[in-house]
């Protein structure tokens, strides 16, 4: 078939095959021309993906990906004639899962697209890790792949509650230190005379409880990651030492001489304004500048509201695996139209107390006693409707309302992207990006 192929193609063939995550060739127009053994294997049960456009193997798409709102990395390489990187979630033998795709030209208009998996977030419900699949989660998981090889700091910002934790543990472990330590420090819990002591470490004798010498964690960080957690409690006499740090990367433990010199990725987290602390002198502006070069804003729970129902079905796992309660359909409505000012945190509270209520049995809304006064709402399916989605109006209920709910619903089912939608519900994506983000504030 490809004895003729030029010499660029043939290399990439050879290539293909010695690739042990799947992988695929494919023409300008999104053919698949070539697959590797690990990419037949992944789709073995839609036969051959030879001749088959990539976007309908990976996505089930009638398009290429860029057509229905997503970022499409063969349109990226066409356009720039260099390697290219995005996250997508594609459809395998193990359901939904986000992958790193990777393309780079060939000669001859050819394209190698590898697909990595990313073990750091899932798609669908996990025991570990980050999961999700809202527009707003995956556009801050798309930046965590982005920064996690670059040696710069990362700020974290967000609500409490949000998982800031979780996303620095994320940058971690896709980044090339993933081997080295994490060492997560809070900040806000420790007294401001031992902060200097826990961060630099101390000599034995440098104060009266100092029985011993002890190496602080950035020590213990050394080659690896260090997570300040709610920087903004930093004192602001301390907040010197911290800049001396970053900038000198040495520093002396408390009641020492000599300087010792240490090397670690530093990624900070807080829920406060710092900005309005560095402008009231709260927080000094030459700190704040070398934090923030790579900000990264998590958003709330009420922002990931179609997230709702995998992170409860997660929660479940992690707190009673392998045999969770099930979550009804009912109970999962009352979680979604709750506004969660705890964010992740507060729905973890809210599953672990049900299930205790629920006994093992499925949980119910009546093991939700603290939603008693949240609103369903008036656009309910209608059981068992069929594909089509039928839908049930309690009464008469304002039409704003009404499209509303309906927008909610149908963002929560649809599994392409926003150009598709628009198109099916007769709209421009401008107008259904104005709408939504209407219906996701409310």
């Known amino acids: 078939m490809f004895s003729d192929s030029p010499p660029g193609f043939a290399g990439a063939l050879q290539r293909l095959e010695r690739l042990t995550v799947p992988a695929i060739l494919l023409d300008g127009e999104y053919r698949i021309l070539a697959a590797n053994a690990a990419y037949r294997d992944e789709h073995r049960e839609a036969g051959s993906p030879v001749g088959a ?28 004639g260099l390697k290219e990187r995005r996250l997508h979630i594609h459809q395998a033998l193990r359901g939904r899962e986000y992958v790193e795709v990777e393309i780079q030209p060939v000669e001859g208009d050819y394209y190698l697209e590898v697909l990595r998996p990313t073990l750091i977030a899932s798609a669908g419900p996990s025991p570990v890790g980050l999961v999700g699949r809202a527009p707003a989660f995956y556009r801050v998981l798309e930046l965590v792949h982005q920064v996690a090889r670059e040696p710069v700091p990362v700020l974290l ?11 620095a543990r994320a940058i971690h472990e896709a980044s090339d230190r993933v081997e080295r330590p994490f060492v997560p420090v809070e900040c806000s819990g420790l007294a401001e005379n031992l902060f200097e002591s826990e961060l630099f470490g101390h000599l034995k004798g440098a104060f009266t ?29 301390l907040q010197v030492k911290l800049l001396r740090l970053l900038e000198t990367r040495t520093f002396r433990r408390v009641g020492a001489v000599e300087s010792r010199t240490v090397d670690f990725r530093l990624i900070c987290a807080t829920n406060r304004d710092l900005r309005a602390m560095v402008g009231d002198g709260s927080f000094r502006k030459d700190l704040y500048y070398r934090l923030s070069t790579f900000p990264i804003e998590l958003p709330p729970l009420r922002r990931r509201r179609e997230d709702i129902g995998l ?43 049900a299930r205790i209520l629920g006994g ?12 008693t006064d949240v609103r369903i ?57 104005r709408k939504l983000e209407r219906a996701w504030k409310e």
Do not use: W
């Open 53 to 80: 456009f990539c976007y309908a193997v990976s996505h089930g798409y009638d398009r290429p990906c860029d057509q229905v709102g997503e970022s499409c990395p063969l349109a990226a390489v066409r356009g720039s």
């Open 157 to 167: 910002l967000g609500e409490s509650g949000t998982g800031k934790e979780l996303i």
């Open 209 to 237: 409880s100092a029985n011993q010498s002890k190496a602080g964690l950035v020590e213990v960080a050394h080659r690896g990651t260090l997570f300040l957690d709610e920087i903004g409690e930093v004192p602001l006499q």
């Open 311 to 353: 992170l409860a079905r997660s929660l479940l796992l992690r707190m009673a695996a392998p045999n969770p309660p099930e979550l009804t359909r009912e109970a999962e409505t009352l979680l979604e139209n709750y506004p969660f000012p705890g964010n992740i945190r507060e729905l973890q509270n809210l599953l672990e107390r």
């Open 360 to 371: 093992g049995r499925p949980l119910r809304s009546e093991h939700f006693p603290e939603l």
């Open 377 to 433: 709402p008036d656009l309910v399916p209608v059981p068992d409707g069929g594909p089509d989605g039928l839908f049930r109006v309690a009464g008469i209920v304002p039409l704003e309302r009404l499209e509303r709910d309906y927008l909610r619903h149908v963002v929560a089912g649809h599994g392409g992207g926003r150009q598709d939608l628009a198109e099916r519900l007769g709209v421009s994506l401008r107008t259904l990006a």
